[in-house]
C-alpha cells in the first residue's frame, strides 16, 4: 500500500494512507491530537484520579504505571509518554502492540522531536523503533518500553494494565478491531480501576464498549474532532 509523509495542521508530521484516505494520526494536528486524547484523558487523568484514592502523590508511591498501546504506529504516543513520565517524575512501564511495524526510513522523516522541541530527542525517537522486538528495555529511568510484533486477536493479558491507548486505524477502514471480541480482549486485560482511551467518539464502539462491562464516557474531542471516548473498568 502507498504510503507518504504529510504535514498535520499543528506542524508535526503523519503518515497517509491515500488508498484508505486514512492516516496514523488527525490530519488537525498530530500531536495536539495525542496529547488531548492520551496524555490529557489518559495518563493525567488517570495520575489523578489515584492520587485523589490513595491520598498521597503517584511519584511517591512504589507503582509502576503499566500502559498497553494498541496500534505503536509511528511511536508518537510512546515518545510522549516518556516526556510525561520525566517531567512527572513516575515510572512507566510501556507495551507497544503492532501488526505491521513502521519502517525506519519513515520513522527518520517523521518531525516529531523537533516539532516537541526535545533536545536529543531524534536518537531517543529513533531509538524507540530500533530497539528489538519482543523483549523489554530499560529506555529511561522513568520509563520502560516493550514491543510485540503481533495481530489484535491474539491479546491474552489479563489485569496487567492500568491505561489502555487505542489507538487502531479507524473503523471505517478496520472494522474488526473495533468490535465486542475486541474490547473483551481489553477489558479484561485491565486492572480494577484502570481506563480505555481512544480517539473514537462512534455510537457502534460506545455500545461494544458497554457491552463487555466498561463504563463509557464521552469527552470534548481533539481539534477537528467533536468527541472522543473513555472507558472505565470497574
Do not use: C
Not at 27 to 42: L, N, R, T
Not at 147 to 175: L, W
Amino acid at each position: 500500500m502507498k504510503r507518504k509523509i504529510i504535514l498535520t495542521a499543528d506542524g508535526s508530521t503523519t503518515i497517509h494512507l491515500p488508498e484508505w484516505n486514512e492516516q496514523y494520526h488527525s490530519k488537525h494536528g498530530a500531536i495536539q491530537e495525542a496529547y488531548h486524547v492520551f496524555i490529557k484523558h489518559g495518563l493525567h487523568y488517570f495520575y489523578h484520579s489515584v492520587t485523589e484514592r490513595s491520598g498521597q502523590e503517584f511519584e511517591n508511591s512504589n507503582s509502576n504505571i503499566a500502559i498497553l498501546e494498541m496500534g505503536f504506529g509511528t511511536g508518537l504516543n510512546a515518545f510522549i509518554t516518556l516526556l510525561e513520565a520525566k517531567k512527572l517524575k513516575i515510572k512507566i512501564d510501556y507495551m507497544g502492540i503492532e501488526a505491521f511495524p513502521v519502517e525506519i526510513d519513515e520513522v527518520l522523516s517523521l518531525n516529531y522531536p523537533k516539532a516537541l522541541n526535545v533536545k536529543g530527542g531524534d536518537a531517543v525517537f529513533k531509538g524507540l523503533h530500533s530497539i528489538s522486538w519482543e523483549e523489554r528495555h530499560n529506555i529511561d529511568s522513568f520509563f520502560s518500553l516493550a514491543k510485540q510484533k503481533k495481530y489484535f486477536e491474539t491479546i491474552d493479558d489479563e489485569d496487567k494494565f492500568n491505561i489502555i491507548y487505542f489507538d487502531a486505524f479507524g473503523a471505517r477502514v478496520q472494522p474488526g478491531l473495533w468490535t465486542k471480541v475486541i474490547f473483551k480482549k481489553m477489558y479484561d486485560a485491565l486492572k480494577v480501576n484502570g481506563i480505555l482511551v481512544t480517539y473514537s467518539a462512534k455510537g457502534s464502539v460506545r455500545r461494544a464498549m458497554q457491552g463487555v462491562g466498561f463504563k463509557v464516557e464521552k469527552l470534548p474531542g481533539p481539534p477537528g474532532k467533536r468527541e472522543m471516548l473513555r472507558a472505565v473498568k470497574y
